[in-house]
Protein backbone atom coordinates (compact mmCIF):
# COMPACT_ATOMS: atom_id res chain seq x y z
CA UNK A 1 0.00 0.00 0.00
CA UNK A 2 1.12 3.33 -0.65
CA UNK A 3 1.60 5.73 2.43
CA UNK A 4 0.03 8.80 3.44
CA UNK A 5 1.94 11.61 3.21
CA UNK A 6 2.18 14.88 5.14
CA UNK A 7 0.73 17.74 3.69
CA UNK A 8 0.31 21.47 5.27
CA UNK A 9 -2.33 24.18 3.45
CA UNK A 10 -2.73 27.64 4.07
CA UNK A 11 -6.87 27.27 4.20
CA UNK A 12 -8.52 30.46 4.03
CA UNK A 13 -6.23 31.90 6.08
CA UNK A 14 -5.37 28.93 8.58
CA UNK A 15 -2.45 26.73 8.39
CA UNK A 16 -3.59 22.94 8.40
CA UNK A 17 -1.64 19.71 8.16
CA UNK A 18 -3.37 16.55 7.17
CA UNK A 19 -2.15 13.16 5.77
CA UNK A 20 -3.13 12.45 1.97
CA UNK A 21 -2.72 9.76 0.23
CA UNK A 22 -1.23 10.74 -3.45
CA UNK A 23 -4.33 9.47 -4.95
CA UNK A 24 -6.64 11.90 -2.91
CA UNK A 25 -8.05 14.86 -4.98
CA UNK A 26 -7.62 18.09 -3.44
CA UNK A 27 -11.18 18.44 -3.37
CA UNK A 28 -11.52 15.30 -1.47
CA UNK A 29 -8.89 16.64 1.35
CA UNK A 30 -11.22 19.85 1.64
CA UNK A 31 -14.46 18.62 2.02
CA UNK A 32 -13.29 15.62 3.64
CA UNK A 33 -10.09 16.15 5.97
CA UNK A 34 -10.71 20.02 6.33
CA UNK A 35 -14.46 19.88 7.13
CA UNK A 36 -14.75 22.47 4.24
CA UNK A 37 -18.19 20.90 2.50
CA UNK A 38 -19.20 24.38 0.85
CA UNK A 39 -16.46 23.39 -1.94
CA UNK A 40 -18.85 21.14 -4.54
CA UNK A 41 -18.26 18.13 -6.55
CA UNK A 42 -20.78 18.15 -9.13
CA UNK A 43 -19.99 16.39 -12.42
CA UNK A 44 -16.62 14.16 -11.29
CA UNK A 45 -15.01 15.21 -14.61
CA UNK A 46 -13.61 18.72 -14.34
CA UNK A 47 -16.46 20.13 -16.10
CA UNK A 48 -19.33 21.86 -14.05
CA UNK A 49 -17.02 23.75 -11.66
CA UNK A 50 -18.38 23.27 -8.77
CA UNK A 51 -15.10 22.66 -6.90
CA UNK A 52 -13.62 25.98 -7.81
CA UNK A 53 -11.47 26.75 -5.19
CA UNK A 54 -8.44 29.64 -5.60
CA UNK A 55 -5.16 27.75 -4.88
CA UNK A 56 -2.30 30.48 -4.69
CA UNK A 57 -4.71 33.22 -5.97
CA UNK A 58 -5.57 31.14 -9.43
CA UNK A 59 -8.95 29.79 -9.98
CA UNK A 60 -8.39 25.89 -10.03
CA UNK A 61 -10.83 22.87 -10.41
CA UNK A 62 -9.87 20.96 -7.48
CA UNK A 63 -11.62 17.43 -9.00
CA UNK A 64 -8.55 17.86 -11.34
CA UNK A 65 -5.84 18.39 -9.18
CA UNK A 66 -3.93 16.29 -6.51
CA UNK A 67 -4.34 17.19 -2.58
CA UNK A 68 -0.52 16.44 -2.47
CA UNK A 69 0.18 19.35 -5.60
CA UNK A 70 -1.22 21.75 -2.85
CA UNK A 71 1.48 21.16 0.08
CA UNK A 72 2.99 24.27 0.40
CA UNK A 73 -0.16 26.24 -1.31
CA UNK A 74 -2.52 29.26 0.12
CA UNK A 75 -6.32 27.73 -0.57
CA UNK A 76 -8.93 30.05 -0.77
CA UNK A 77 -12.52 28.51 -0.76
CA UNK A 78 -15.91 30.11 -0.38
CA UNK A 79 -15.90 29.64 3.42
CA UNK A 80 -13.13 32.09 3.35
CA UNK A 81 -14.66 34.40 1.75
CA UNK A 82 -16.53 36.25 4.37
CA UNK A 83 -13.18 36.52 6.39
CA UNK A 84 -11.79 38.93 3.42
CA UNK A 85 -10.69 42.19 4.70
CA UNK A 86 -13.13 43.17 1.84
CA UNK A 87 -16.00 41.56 3.50
CA UNK A 88 -15.57 43.81 6.92
CA UNK A 89 -16.53 40.64 9.30
CA UNK A 90 -19.83 40.33 7.22
CA UNK A 91 -20.97 38.52 3.93
CA UNK A 92 -18.33 39.34 1.35
CA UNK A 93 -19.88 41.54 -1.54
CA UNK A 94 -19.96 39.21 -4.21
CA UNK A 95 -21.98 36.78 -1.40
CA UNK A 96 -23.65 40.04 -1.05
CA UNK A 97 -24.75 40.07 -4.73
CA UNK A 98 -25.85 36.86 -4.79
CA UNK A 99 -28.36 37.27 -2.02
CA UNK A 100 -29.85 40.72 -3.51
CA UNK A 101 -29.53 39.87 -7.06
CA UNK A 102 -31.45 36.24 -6.59
CA UNK A 103 -28.13 34.84 -8.59
CA UNK A 104 -29.02 31.28 -7.02
CA UNK A 105 -31.96 28.74 -7.12
CA UNK A 106 -30.81 25.71 -5.93
CA UNK A 107 -26.97 26.72 -4.89
CA UNK A 108 -25.16 23.79 -5.79
CA UNK A 109 -22.80 25.76 -8.52
CA UNK A 110 -22.87 29.14 -6.09
CA UNK A 111 -19.81 28.33 -3.80
CA UNK A 112 -17.78 27.82 -7.87
CA UNK A 113 -19.38 30.36 -8.97
CA UNK A 114 -18.33 33.00 -5.84
CA UNK A 115 -14.76 31.74 -6.00
CA UNK A 116 -14.66 32.27 -10.04
CA UNK A 117 -16.40 35.58 -9.38
CA UNK A 118 -13.82 36.36 -6.48
CA UNK A 119 -10.88 35.36 -8.96
CA UNK A 120 -12.26 37.72 -11.69
CA UNK A 121 -13.36 41.06 -9.36
CA UNK A 122 -9.32 40.64 -8.15
CA UNK A 123 -7.82 41.19 -11.55
CA UNK A 124 -10.26 43.07 -13.25
CA UNK A 125 -12.33 45.23 -10.93
CA UNK A 126 -14.35 46.94 -13.36
CA UNK A 127 -15.27 43.47 -15.69
CA UNK A 128 -18.26 44.26 -18.16
CA UNK A 129 -20.20 41.32 -19.09
CA UNK A 130 -18.82 39.24 -21.63
CA UNK A 131 -15.55 39.70 -19.23
CA UNK A 132 -18.07 38.29 -16.08
CA UNK A 133 -19.27 35.85 -18.97
CA UNK A 134 -16.24 34.22 -19.59
CA UNK A 135 -15.12 34.56 -16.42
CA UNK A 136 -17.66 31.74 -15.51
CA UNK A 137 -17.72 29.86 -18.88
CA UNK A 138 -16.25 27.22 -17.02
CA UNK A 139 -19.14 27.38 -13.92
CA UNK A 140 -22.09 25.55 -15.12
CA UNK A 141 -25.73 26.71 -13.44
CA UNK A 142 -28.89 24.52 -14.39
CA UNK A 143 -31.38 27.12 -12.73
CA UNK A 144 -30.28 30.49 -13.58
CA UNK A 145 -29.56 30.55 -17.34
CA UNK A 146 -26.47 32.95 -15.86
CA UNK A 147 -28.41 36.15 -15.84
CA UNK A 148 -28.88 36.82 -12.57
CA UNK A 149 -25.49 35.72 -11.73
CA UNK A 150 -23.85 38.10 -14.00
CA UNK A 151 -25.69 40.72 -12.07
CA UNK A 152 -24.53 39.01 -8.80
CA UNK A 153 -20.94 39.94 -9.50
CA UNK A 154 -21.82 43.10 -11.16
CA UNK A 155 -23.48 44.17 -7.80
CA UNK A 156 -20.20 43.02 -6.04
CA UNK A 157 -17.90 45.18 -8.36
CA UNK A 158 -20.16 48.31 -7.89
CA UNK A 159 -19.91 47.58 -4.39
CA UNK A 160 -16.24 46.89 -3.77
CA UNK A 161 -15.52 50.30 -5.77
CA UNK A 162 -18.27 51.98 -3.49
CA UNK A 163 -16.13 50.97 -0.71
CA UNK A 164 -12.87 51.60 -2.55
CA UNK A 165 -14.02 55.05 -2.91
CA UNK A 166 -15.37 55.34 0.79
CA UNK A 167 -11.81 54.65 2.39
CA UNK A 168 -10.52 57.52 0.15
CA UNK A 169 -9.80 55.42 -2.78
CA UNK A 170 -6.82 54.13 -1.70
CA UNK A 171 -7.48 50.13 -1.13
CA UNK A 172 -10.54 47.65 -0.71
CA UNK A 173 -9.99 47.69 2.90
CA UNK A 174 -12.31 47.14 5.85
CA UNK A 175 -13.02 49.85 7.53
CA UNK A 176 -12.49 51.11 10.97
CA UNK A 177 -11.18 48.04 13.33
CA UNK A 178 -10.05 45.95 10.95
CA UNK A 179 -7.32 48.20 8.85
CA UNK A 180 -5.22 45.78 7.74
CA UNK A 181 -2.09 48.06 8.09
CA UNK A 182 -2.61 47.15 11.61
CA UNK A 183 -1.54 44.00 10.77
CA UNK A 184 2.00 44.87 10.77
CA UNK A 185 2.19 45.74 14.08
CA UNK A 186 2.54 43.61 17.44
CA UNK A 187 -0.08 40.59 17.62
CA UNK A 188 -1.72 39.89 20.82
CA UNK A 189 -4.84 39.85 22.47
CA UNK A 190 -5.08 43.57 21.85
CA UNK A 191 -5.17 43.33 17.96
CA UNK A 192 -8.32 43.00 15.91
CA UNK A 193 -8.07 41.81 12.78
CA UNK A 194 -12.23 42.11 12.60
CA UNK A 195 -12.55 38.16 11.10
CA UNK A 196 -14.62 36.11 13.05
CA UNK A 197 -13.04 33.91 15.96
CA UNK A 198 -9.32 34.86 14.56
CA UNK A 199 -7.07 37.78 15.92
CA UNK A 200 -9.28 38.18 18.94
CA UNK A 201 -12.21 39.00 17.02
CA UNK A 202 -15.81 38.31 17.79
CA UNK A 203 -16.78 34.68 18.05
CA UNK A 204 -18.19 32.39 15.87
CA UNK A 205 -22.06 32.28 15.70
CA UNK A 206 -23.00 28.72 16.33
CA UNK A 207 -25.02 28.38 13.61
CA UNK A 208 -22.28 29.31 11.55
CA UNK A 209 -19.56 26.82 12.96
CA UNK A 210 -18.93 25.17 9.72
CA UNK A 211 -15.22 25.51 9.49
CA UNK A 212 -12.94 23.38 12.20
CA UNK A 213 -11.35 25.43 14.21
CA UNK A 214 -8.82 23.21 16.22
CA UNK A 215 -5.26 24.66 14.90
CA UNK A 216 -6.39 27.88 15.25
CA UNK A 217 -4.48 30.37 17.49
CA UNK A 218 -5.03 33.94 18.82
CA UNK A 219 -2.64 35.21 16.00
CA UNK A 220 -2.77 32.24 13.95
CA UNK A 221 -4.35 34.34 10.85
CA UNK A 222 -1.22 36.42 10.32
CA UNK A 223 1.31 33.65 11.28
CA UNK A 224 -0.34 31.53 8.60
CA UNK A 225 -0.38 34.29 5.57
CA UNK A 226 3.53 35.22 6.46
CA UNK A 227 4.16 31.05 6.03
CA UNK A 228 1.90 31.02 3.19
CA UNK A 229 3.90 33.95 1.40
CA UNK A 230 7.23 32.59 1.49
CA UNK A 231 6.56 29.21 0.63
CA UNK A 232 5.24 30.54 -2.93
CA UNK B 1 -14.37 6.42 -7.68
CA UNK B 2 -11.09 7.08 -6.50
CA UNK B 3 -7.53 6.29 -8.09
CA UNK B 4 -6.15 3.49 -7.93
CA UNK B 5 -3.28 3.49 -5.32
CA UNK B 6 -0.16 5.12 -6.90
CA UNK B 7 3.43 6.01 -6.26
CA UNK B 8 3.86 10.02 -6.28
CA UNK B 9 7.34 11.19 -7.39
CA UNK B 10 8.09 14.52 -7.63
CA UNK B 11 11.68 15.20 -8.99
CA UNK B 12 13.08 18.97 -9.01
CA UNK B 13 15.41 18.52 -11.99
CA UNK B 14 15.08 17.46 -15.75
CA UNK B 15 17.75 14.87 -15.08
CA UNK B 16 15.95 13.57 -11.81
CA UNK B 17 13.15 13.29 -13.39
CA UNK B 18 14.53 11.22 -16.33
CA UNK B 19 16.34 9.20 -14.55
CA UNK B 20 13.26 8.00 -12.29
CA UNK B 21 11.97 7.84 -15.85
CA UNK B 22 14.38 5.52 -17.05
CA UNK B 23 14.41 3.13 -13.16
CA UNK B 24 10.59 2.93 -12.65
CA UNK B 25 8.29 0.39 -13.87
CA UNK B 26 5.84 1.85 -16.73
CA UNK B 27 5.68 5.80 -14.95
CA UNK B 28 3.01 8.15 -16.31
CA UNK B 29 4.24 11.83 -16.38
CA UNK B 30 1.52 14.12 -14.52
CA UNK B 31 2.06 18.10 -15.63
CA UNK B 32 -1.40 19.95 -15.73
CA UNK B 33 -3.06 16.96 -14.82
CA UNK B 34 -6.17 18.17 -16.67
CA UNK B 35 -6.95 14.99 -18.81
CA UNK B 36 -4.53 12.35 -16.35
CA UNK B 37 -6.20 13.10 -13.44
CA UNK B 38 -9.90 12.52 -14.20
CA UNK B 39 -8.46 9.52 -15.80
CA UNK B 40 -7.01 8.09 -12.88
CA UNK B 41 -9.79 8.67 -10.65
CA UNK B 42 -11.76 6.50 -13.11
CA UNK B 43 -9.04 4.20 -13.73
CA UNK B 44 -8.93 4.18 -17.01
CA UNK B 45 -4.96 4.83 -16.58
CA UNK B 46 -3.69 2.85 -13.67
CA UNK B 47 -0.14 3.67 -13.42
CA UNK B 48 1.99 2.31 -10.52
CA UNK B 49 3.94 5.01 -10.32
CA UNK B 50 3.28 9.22 -11.47
CA UNK B 51 6.24 11.25 -11.90
CA UNK B 52 4.83 14.95 -11.64
CA UNK B 53 7.26 17.71 -13.47
CA UNK B 54 5.09 20.64 -11.16
CA UNK B 55 8.00 21.22 -9.26
CA UNK B 56 10.79 21.54 -12.47
CA UNK B 57 10.89 25.36 -11.77
CA UNK B 58 13.32 25.47 -14.75
CA UNK B 59 10.15 23.92 -17.25
CA UNK B 60 8.25 27.20 -16.41
CA UNK B 61 9.02 29.60 -19.09
CA UNK B 62 7.64 30.71 -22.40
CA UNK B 63 9.99 33.15 -24.54
CA UNK B 64 11.56 33.88 -27.64
CA UNK B 65 15.40 32.87 -28.38
CA UNK B 66 17.77 31.67 -30.75
CA UNK B 67 15.29 32.25 -33.54
CA UNK B 68 12.15 30.11 -31.43
CA UNK B 69 9.43 30.42 -29.19
CA UNK B 70 9.85 28.38 -26.64
CA UNK B 71 7.40 27.10 -24.49
CA UNK B 72 8.84 24.76 -21.10
CA UNK B 73 6.65 22.08 -20.19
CA UNK B 74 5.47 23.93 -17.03
CA UNK B 75 4.00 27.05 -19.87
CA UNK B 76 -0.04 26.72 -19.21
CA UNK B 77 -2.29 27.53 -21.50
CA UNK B 78 -3.22 31.16 -19.48
CA UNK B 79 0.21 31.95 -19.69
CA UNK B 80 -0.15 31.93 -24.13
CA UNK B 81 -3.47 33.57 -23.02
CA UNK B 82 -2.01 36.13 -21.60
CA UNK B 83 1.78 36.65 -23.41
CA UNK B 84 1.94 39.76 -25.26
CA UNK B 85 5.07 38.22 -27.17
CA UNK B 86 2.19 36.08 -28.36
CA UNK B 87 -0.45 38.69 -28.81
CA UNK B 88 1.70 40.49 -30.86
CA UNK B 89 4.03 38.25 -33.25
CA UNK B 90 1.81 34.94 -32.82
CA UNK B 91 -1.71 35.08 -34.15
CA UNK B 92 -2.30 30.89 -34.08
CA UNK B 93 -1.34 31.10 -30.25
CA UNK B 94 -3.05 33.72 -29.54
CA UNK B 95 -6.57 32.30 -30.90
CA UNK B 96 -6.19 28.72 -29.83
CA UNK B 97 -5.17 29.76 -26.20
CA UNK B 98 -8.52 31.13 -24.79
CA UNK B 99 -10.37 28.43 -27.16
CA UNK B 100 -8.78 25.42 -24.93
CA UNK B 101 -11.38 24.35 -22.22
CA UNK B 102 -12.10 26.82 -19.75
CA UNK B 103 -10.71 29.58 -17.32
CA UNK B 104 -9.43 27.28 -14.33
CA UNK B 105 -8.37 24.31 -17.13
CA UNK B 106 -6.14 27.14 -18.81
CA UNK B 107 -4.70 27.93 -15.52
CA UNK B 108 -3.57 24.72 -14.89
CA UNK B 109 -3.02 22.33 -17.90
CA UNK B 110 -0.17 23.01 -19.94
CA UNK B 111 0.52 23.30 -23.68
CA UNK B 112 3.21 20.70 -23.93
CA UNK B 113 1.56 18.29 -22.12
CA UNK B 114 -1.53 19.04 -24.19
CA UNK B 115 0.83 18.32 -27.32
CA UNK B 116 1.93 15.07 -25.52
CA UNK B 117 -1.32 13.93 -24.44
CA UNK B 118 -1.62 13.52 -28.42
CA UNK B 119 -5.61 13.93 -27.95
CA UNK B 120 -6.46 14.54 -31.65
CA UNK B 121 -9.26 16.87 -30.58
CA UNK B 122 -6.48 18.54 -29.01
CA UNK B 123 -5.59 21.89 -30.65
CA UNK B 124 -2.19 22.39 -29.94
CA UNK B 125 -0.66 19.94 -32.05
CA UNK B 126 -2.43 21.46 -35.41
CA UNK B 127 -0.81 25.03 -33.93
CA UNK B 128 2.35 23.32 -33.91
CA UNK B 129 2.24 21.60 -37.37
CA UNK B 130 1.27 24.70 -39.03
CA UNK B 131 4.38 26.27 -37.67
CA UNK B 132 7.04 23.60 -38.60
CA UNK B 133 7.45 23.37 -34.77
CA UNK B 134 9.20 20.60 -33.08
CA UNK B 135 9.22 18.93 -29.60
CA UNK B 136 12.23 19.46 -27.23
CA UNK B 137 12.61 15.94 -25.37
CA UNK B 138 14.77 14.93 -22.52
CA UNK B 139 16.19 11.05 -22.27
CA UNK B 140 18.63 8.90 -20.77
CA UNK B 141 20.75 9.85 -23.96
CA UNK B 142 20.13 13.59 -23.21
CA UNK B 143 18.08 16.39 -25.84
CA UNK B 144 16.41 15.61 -28.98
CA UNK B 145 14.48 17.63 -31.09
CA UNK B 146 11.44 15.80 -32.90
CA UNK B 147 9.72 17.67 -35.57
CA UNK B 148 6.04 18.04 -35.15
CA UNK B 149 5.50 15.73 -38.43
CA UNK B 150 7.26 13.08 -36.73
CA UNK B 151 5.79 13.31 -33.33
CA UNK B 152 2.51 12.11 -33.69
CA UNK B 153 1.74 8.41 -34.71
CA UNK B 154 -2.13 7.51 -33.22
CA UNK B 155 -4.56 8.26 -30.87
CA UNK B 156 -2.68 9.34 -27.91
CA UNK B 157 0.33 7.60 -28.85
CA UNK B 158 3.64 9.67 -30.07
CA UNK B 159 7.51 9.23 -31.14
CA UNK B 160 8.26 9.51 -27.55
CA UNK B 161 10.32 7.21 -25.81
CA UNK B 162 8.77 5.58 -22.42
CA UNK B 163 11.98 7.45 -20.57
CA UNK B 164 11.80 10.79 -22.38
CA UNK B 165 10.20 13.57 -20.75
CA UNK B 166 8.87 16.58 -23.54
CA UNK B 167 10.66 19.37 -21.75
CA UNK B 168 9.62 21.96 -24.40
CA UNK B 169 7.85 22.76 -27.39
CA UNK B 170 9.24 25.36 -29.99
CA UNK B 171 8.68 26.80 -33.15
CA UNK B 172 10.27 29.54 -35.60
CA UNK B 173 10.19 33.06 -34.86
CA UNK B 174 7.88 34.69 -37.40
CA UNK B 175 9.59 36.04 -40.71
CA UNK B 176 8.64 39.69 -41.45
CA UNK B 177 5.87 38.71 -43.94
CA UNK B 178 4.05 36.00 -41.56
CA UNK B 179 0.96 35.47 -40.50
CA UNK B 180 -1.08 32.59 -38.56
CA UNK B 181 -4.70 32.14 -36.81
CA UNK B 182 -6.32 29.41 -35.71
CA UNK B 183 -10.43 28.75 -36.10
CA UNK B 184 -12.14 25.90 -33.96
CA UNK B 185 -15.61 25.51 -34.33
CA UNK B 186 -17.43 23.68 -30.85
CA UNK B 187 -20.75 23.61 -29.46
CA UNK B 188 -19.99 25.29 -26.11
CA UNK B 189 -17.24 26.25 -23.77
CA UNK B 190 -15.21 23.57 -22.62
CA UNK B 191 -15.65 21.62 -25.67
CA UNK B 192 -13.30 19.90 -27.39
CA UNK B 193 -13.52 21.19 -31.32
CA UNK B 194 -15.81 19.43 -33.43
CA UNK B 195 -12.77 20.87 -36.30
CA UNK B 196 -10.48 23.02 -35.63
CA UNK B 197 -7.71 24.22 -38.61
CA UNK B 198 -4.22 26.26 -37.98
CA UNK B 199 -2.92 28.62 -40.55
CA UNK B 200 0.28 30.37 -40.91
CA UNK B 201 1.59 31.77 -44.22
CA UNK B 202 5.03 33.51 -45.23
CA UNK B 203 5.10 35.89 -48.43
CA UNK B 204 8.11 37.00 -49.99
CA UNK B 205 8.43 40.46 -51.26
CA UNK B 206 6.56 39.92 -54.27
CA UNK B 207 3.31 39.21 -52.33
CA UNK B 208 3.28 35.65 -52.76
CA UNK B 209 3.05 33.17 -50.67
CA UNK B 210 6.31 31.38 -49.91
CA UNK B 211 5.33 28.69 -47.07
CA UNK B 212 2.08 27.53 -46.15
CA UNK B 213 1.32 25.67 -42.93
CA UNK B 214 -1.87 24.25 -42.19
CA UNK B 215 -2.59 22.22 -39.30
CA UNK B 216 -6.02 20.28 -38.60
CA UNK B 217 -7.81 19.31 -35.39
CA UNK B 218 -10.59 16.55 -34.73
CA UNK B 219 -10.75 15.55 -38.35
CA UNK B 220 -7.74 12.56 -38.41
CA UNK B 221 -6.94 10.09 -35.74
CA UNK B 222 -4.12 12.59 -34.97
CA UNK B 223 -3.36 16.20 -35.67
CA UNK B 224 -2.56 16.55 -39.43
CA UNK B 225 -1.41 19.16 -42.11
CA UNK B 226 -3.08 19.60 -44.94
CA UNK B 227 -0.02 18.75 -47.72
CA UNK B 228 -1.86 19.28 -50.73
CA UNK B 229 -3.64 22.66 -49.80
CA UNK B 230 -0.28 24.07 -48.20
CA UNK B 231 1.34 23.13 -51.48
CA UNK B 232 -1.32 24.38 -54.12
CA UNK B 233 -1.09 27.81 -51.75
CA UNK B 234 2.51 27.93 -52.58
CA UNK B 235 4.14 30.40 -54.70
CA UNK B 236 0.56 31.83 -55.58
CA UNK B 237 -0.90 35.55 -54.78
CA UNK B 238 -3.55 35.48 -52.02
CA UNK B 239 -7.05 35.30 -53.51
CA UNK B 240 -10.99 34.42 -52.27
CA UNK B 241 -10.62 31.82 -54.97
CA UNK B 242 -7.05 30.49 -54.25
CA UNK B 243 -8.33 30.12 -50.31
CA UNK B 244 -11.69 28.25 -51.98
CA UNK B 245 -9.27 25.82 -53.30
CA UNK B 246 -7.07 25.44 -50.66
CA UNK B 247 -10.16 24.70 -48.38
CA UNK B 248 -11.50 22.31 -50.50
CA UNK B 249 -8.38 20.11 -50.87
CA UNK B 250 -7.91 20.50 -46.85
CA UNK B 251 -11.72 18.91 -46.67
CA UNK B 252 -10.66 16.06 -49.13
CA UNK B 253 -7.48 15.51 -47.17
CA UNK B 254 -8.70 15.48 -43.65
CA UNK B 255 -10.44 11.98 -42.53
CA UNK B 256 -13.51 12.70 -40.03
CA UNK B 257 -15.59 10.40 -38.73
CA UNK B 258 -19.44 11.03 -37.69
CA UNK B 259 -20.41 11.48 -34.15
CA UNK B 260 -22.98 12.95 -32.30
CA UNK B 261 -21.77 16.29 -33.39
CA UNK B 262 -22.31 15.60 -37.13
CA UNK B 263 -21.38 13.06 -39.72
CA UNK B 264 -18.39 13.57 -42.02
CA UNK B 265 -19.17 15.08 -44.91
CA UNK B 266 -20.23 18.05 -42.50
CA UNK B 267 -17.30 18.23 -40.76
CA UNK B 268 -15.25 17.92 -43.99
CA UNK B 269 -17.45 20.68 -45.46
CA UNK B 270 -16.52 22.96 -41.78
CA UNK B 271 -12.81 22.03 -42.44
CA UNK B 272 -12.82 23.63 -46.14
CA UNK B 273 -14.70 26.73 -43.80
CA UNK B 274 -12.04 26.76 -41.15
CA UNK B 275 -9.70 26.89 -43.56
CA UNK B 276 -10.41 29.98 -45.96
CA UNK B 277 -11.34 31.81 -42.37
CA UNK B 278 -7.76 30.94 -40.81
CA UNK B 279 -5.65 31.84 -43.89
CA UNK B 280 -7.34 34.86 -44.29
CA UNK B 281 -6.70 35.94 -41.13
CA UNK B 282 -3.17 34.19 -41.42
CA UNK B 283 -2.67 36.72 -44.93
CA UNK B 284 -4.49 40.02 -43.35
CA UNK B 285 -1.80 39.41 -40.15
CA UNK B 286 1.00 39.20 -42.44
CA UNK B 287 0.07 42.81 -43.85
CA UNK B 288 -0.52 41.49 -47.44
CA UNK B 289 -4.33 41.07 -47.49
CA UNK B 290 -5.81 44.49 -46.56
CA UNK B 291 -9.76 43.06 -46.21
CA UNK B 292 -10.41 39.84 -45.07
CA UNK B 293 -12.26 36.99 -47.52
CA UNK B 294 -15.88 37.43 -47.43
CA UNK B 295 -17.83 34.16 -46.30
Partial sequence: MTETREITLTVNGTERTIDAEPRQLLVHAIREDLDLTGTHIGCDTGNCGACTVLVDGEPLKSCLMLAVQADGSEVLTVEGMAELPESAGDLHPIQEGFHEEHGLQCGYCTPGMIVAGKALLDENPDPDEEEIREAISGNLCRCTGYQNIVRSIEYAAEELEARAAADGGTDVASPAESTPDVAGGQDGPAFDCGVENCCGGPSLEADEADQPTDGKTANGHDAARDDGGASR | MKAAQFEHHEPSTVDEAVSLLESLDEPTILAGGQSLVPMLRFRLARPETVVDINGIDSLDYLREENGFLTLGALARHADVENSATVADRYGSF?????????????????????????????????????????????????????????????????????????????????????????????????????????????????????????????????????????????????????????????????????????????????????TQRALADAAERAGVVERRVPQ
Avoid: C
Fill in chain 2, 94 to 274: ADAAPLVADPQIRNRGTVVGSVAQADPKGDWGSVLLAHDGAVVAHGPDGERTIPADDFFLLPYDTTLAEDELATALRVPTPEPREGSAYHKLKRKTGDYAMAGVAARLVFDDDGRIADAGIGMTAVDITNARAKEAEAHLEGERPSPELLEEAGELAAEESNPESDEHGDASYKERMVDVL
